[in-house]
């Protein structure tokens, strides 16, 4: 302990007093019981954890009139301390209390105990921690400078008020209960707002109590150990030494080994949110410094990567070994105890007694007995050599009051069996490893619903579409979490067209995963009417001013027509496409009226045609893939267009070549869409096009046309069901045509495609037809013939089509 006087600081006085720390729940039963605490009050940790703590601290009122009341002051001297301890113990204070009173102890002498107590607030079961001391033991030449002792009183003050405060709040938790980092941390800060306990000597001298209160007198110990080197060094006599001396050098020793060994296992764990590098990481900090064998099992839900396990562990619960770390030869444990298998453990063992009580369970040595028992658990695989009369400790391995799994530790019969230091430490350890483990499940379990959630809401898209090719990348933010807003996506259009999209919801997150998810839905419900660009950007901003002020993105919409060789698009404040010839190689940036983004509002979109060669490829990302914080974006735009025109064996090959040109592998932030398609446009031999009036005398004309093209195509094996369907939809088409012609159109591209126009906009549907119902057959044959069918409104009417897939060649 460190004294202060009201001019300047004394030199440090080793403390000799040993300090009881107690801790009471909310309950009122106690819940730590320190080795302190035996000394001074008599009952052992066994015996005083969970019965009340009015039954064990029969401490109350003042120090009465006495025959030391000389020395160690008047009994007014202590008002205004505080209530007494009853009501600290019985809850009804809510400020810290501090007093001196007579303890009556069975078959001992009244003790003068000096005492401290502290309201605990917080999640955690301890409501109320007390620390007390025996005042009787204090002399005159334990306090500064040997002066008489005026009064000796226990109070508060900060703990800056003396000098080594930073050593003062470091050291504090030496004194405090072995229990978990937060726990500790979050009573130290509590103790430390309430105020420092103190010694106050006189008016003017006030000593703290510090960690060293309670540990034998390390500055005496060392005074004697160079006194007796001078007095060798002289030739004399050594001192005489102190009885106890050999024993607390030992129990200091163990203590501070203990505190190494924590300190030391806390810098290894946790290196990592990894759940697998966890796991070793735990096992492998105790072996074999602290164990000779460590075995880690998991819950299921823990290895699964699921949610926090429900309910607590019985007999059925399977436990995964998840580690095996041990000091014998090696592939002794492999084949008996092998890592990934299953087990449950019956009620019987101590490991079930550990899972379920959630306290670490020690065994001194496993009888033949216990192990027989546990080994009836492997089937035909015999554990008892490996286990039997070793000393074994189960701990479990705990958050939020949850058991996630537990350690078995194994000592060789030639070590030291574990202790009750031991259990403590272990307790610890399992302590620090379970809120580890945790982490690194959360943060598994989370990464894996985000990368599922990204996975649901981004499209799986088609390689190979009606005259093009695609491929795609999307990279997550590496800083900001596998969830983002950037989207891509391919749509088939009527007449044999695709849409080209990309998207960027501003922002990251669930949220922005939220929008993006939304937008892309309407962006493909919309496209599913053949709206042009522009209007589709403009109904989609329409819809983002309704869902709310915050939806803003950026988009840029796109349409291949394959067989006229014609690209139209529209930008909503999307970073242009590049666009990269087929005849000589060149790439560039597209330019494009930009647009506002989505969800401003009030602004005109304008569509830009653009005519495409065979060949020619699009190359369409978000921002995160050229933008790179201090740098201009147009440096990251003209790398992506030269490595864009980099030649490249494949699509997939040239999308990756783009990825590592512009190093978004290293320090990327924000999340990456990227499409690339290679439109190579449908050869006109490839397409027949006939225009008939619309008279029902036109429909079998239009089979043998059908007929005769397939004929030609080398389709024969499709002619049946093709000119079928053909005739059904030109049928319909007559029917409802009002002036113009009807046409019709055969596109080979990658599958057979029909596709008939009038000039009517009312879509048709699917009917239930009765037997004697003369209308309603014909989609209903169609449904049934073609791998897929659709309708949609055009400028002037409607279009109706269905798609066969090619024979094999």
Not at 27 to 46: M, Q
Not at 62 to 69: C, F, H, M, Q
Not at 456 to 471: F, K, V
């Amino acid at each position: 302990m460190h004294s202060g006087t009201g001019t300047a600081p004394q030199s440090p006085v080793p403390g000799r007093v040993p300090l009881a720390v107690v801790v009471v729940d909310e309950s009122g039963l106690v819940s730590h019981w320190s080795t302190g605490a035996r000394r001074l009050f008599g009952p052992a940790r066994e015996d005083a954890v969970g019965r009340p703590a009015t039954d064990l601290l029969p401490v109350s009122g003042v120090l009465p009139d006495g025959p030391n009341s000389e020395a160690y002051g008047e009994e007014g001297a202590y008002d205004g301390l505080g209530p007494g301890l009853e009501s600290s113990l019985e809850g009804r204070a809510s400020y810290p209390a501090a007093g001196r009173a007579r303890l009556e102890a069975p078959r001992r002498e009244r003790i003068d105990v000096l005492w401290w107590a502290y309201p605990l607030v917080g999640p955690g079961p301890e409501k109320l921690l007390v620390l007390a001391a025996d005042a009787g033991r204090l002399h005159a030449d334990d306090v500064p400078d040997g002066q008489p002792l005026e009064r000796i009183a226990p109070g508060f003050a900060l703990h800056t008020d003396f000098p080594g405060a930073d050593e003062l709040a470091r050291g504090l938790p030496a004194i405090l209960p072995s229990m978990s980092v937060g726990e500790s941390a979050r009573i130290v800060s509590q103790v430390l707002e309430l105020g420092y306990p103190v010694l106050e000597f006189s008016l003017h001298d006030r000593v703290p109590v510090t960690a060293d209160w309670g540990v034998p007198r390390r500055a005496e110990r060392k005074a004697r150990r160079e006194e007796a080197a001078r007095a060798a060094a002289a030739g004399l006599p050594a001192p005489r030494r102190a009885p106890d001396d050999d024993a607390d050098d030992l129990e200091y020793a163990a203590v501070r080994e203990h505190l190494e060994f924590l300190n030391e296992v806390s810098g290894r764990i946790g290196s990592s949110l990894d759940l697998s590098r966890t796991i070793i990481e735990v096992s492998r900090a105790v072996v074999p410094r602290f164990t000779d064998v460590a075995g880690t099992y998991l819950r299921e839900q823990v290895v699964a990567g699921e949610g926090f396990p429900e309910g607590p562990p019985d007999a059925t619960t399977l436990w995964h070994r998840v580690a095996l770390e041990h000091t014998d030869e090696p592939g002794r444990w492999d084949d008996v105890v092998p890592v990934g298998e299953s087990m449950p453990f019956p009620a019987h063992t101590p490991f079930f007694q550990c899972m379920t009580s959630g306290q670490p369970v020690l065994v001194p040595r496993i009888t033949e007995e216990m192990g027989n028992a546990i080994a009836s658990q492997f089937e035909k695989r015999d554990i008892r050599p490996l286990i039997t009369d070793r000393s074994m400790l189960v701990v479990p391995l705990k958050a939020r009051n949850v058991v996630l799994g537990f350690m078995i530790l194994l000592r060789h019969r030639e070590r030291p069996v574990f202790n009750d230091m031991d259990r403590v430490t272990g307790a610890e350890l399992a302590a620090r490893a379970g809120l580890v483990l945790d982490n690194a499940r959360m943060y598994t379990y989370q990464e894996s619903v985000a990368e599922t959630l990204q996975d649901s809401m981004l499209p799986h898209i088609e390689p190979h579409m009606p005259g093009c090719d695609i491929a795609t990348r999307y990279l997550p933010g590496t800083l900001l979490g596998r969830v983002g807003g950037d989207w891509f996506d391919s749509i088939k259009l009527p007449g044999s067209r695709t849409a080209l999209v990309v998207g960027d919801v501003m922002g990251h997150g669930l949220n922005s995963a939220a929008m993006m998810g939304q937008l892309r839905t309407a962006v493909q419900t919309m496209a599913a009417l053949d709206l042009p660009p522009a209007q589709l950007l403009r109904n989609l901003d329409d819809l983002a001013q309704r869902l709310g002020e915050h939806y803003l993105a950026t988009c840029l919409y796109a349409v291949y027509d394959p067989i006229a060789n014609e690209l139209e698009l529209a930008n909503a404040g999307h970073i242009p496409p590049v666009l990269v010839r087929a005849e000589d190689g060149r790439s560039e940036l597209l330019e494009l009226p930009t647009g506002a983004p989505i969800g401003v509002g009030g602004v005109p979109f304008e569509s830009v045609r653009v005519p495409m060669a065979p060949g020619d490829r699009l190359v369409m990302c978000t921002d995160g893939l050229v933008e790179v914080r201090g740098e201009d974006i147009g440096v990251g735009l003209a790398t992506l267009c030269e490595s864009a025109a980099h030649p490249a064996a494949s699509m997939d090959a040239a999308c990756d070549t783009i990825i590592r040109s512009l190093n978004t592998c290293g320090g990327r932030k924000d999340d990456v869409a990227l499409l690339m398609a290679r439109l190579n446009g449908i050869a006109p031999e490839d397409v027949a096009h006939w225009s008939v009036t619309p008279d029902p005398a036109e429909v079998p004309r239009t089979r043998a046309l059908v007929r005769d093209q397939l004929t030609a195509w080398g389709l024969g094996a499709l002619i049946a069901p093709a000119e079928m369907m053909a005739g059904e939809l030109v049928a319909n088409a007559v029917r409802h045509a009002r002036t113009r012609s009807v046409e019709v159109r055969l596109v080979r591209s990658g599958a057979l495609v029909c596709e008939v126009e009038d000039d009517d906009q009312r879509l048709p549907t699917l009917l239930n037809a009765g037997p004697g119902d003369e209308f309603g057959r014909g989609l209903r044959v169609v449904s049934a013939l073609a791998r897929e069918w659709g309708t949609s409104r055009t400028g002037s009417g409607k279009t109706v089509w269905f798609e066969l897939a090619l024979p094999r060649a």
